[in-house]
């Protein structure tokens, strides 16, 4: 039985909490900040949870981290 590859990219970017959910940084932070208020900017420094809908795929792409 060959052992399961593990998706670098989504291992980078996706790290799972002691209770089992899924944590992600959030998007639209790298560039054209100038354009968004600081209200939105400061609110995308907070980490985000997956949705459930899309755990499914996480734990297909990481299959050691669960």
């Known amino acids: 039985m060959p052992k399961h590859k593990t998706n670098k990219g989504a291992?980078?970017?996706l790290r799972v909490t002691a209770t089992g959910k899924v944590k992600h940084?959030?998007?639209f932070l790298r560039?054209?900040?100038t354009?968004?208020?600081?209200k939105n900017k400061r609110q995308l420094r907070k980490g985000g949870m997956l949705d459930a809908s899309d755990v499914k795929e996480a734990?297909?792409?990481l299959p050691y981290m669960f």
């Open 35 to 38: 354009s968004k208020t600081a």
């Open 25 to 27: 940084k959030k998007a």
């Open 31 to 33: 560039h054209i900040l």
């Open 59 to 61: 734990r297909r792409l």
């Open 11 to 13: 291992a980078k970017r």
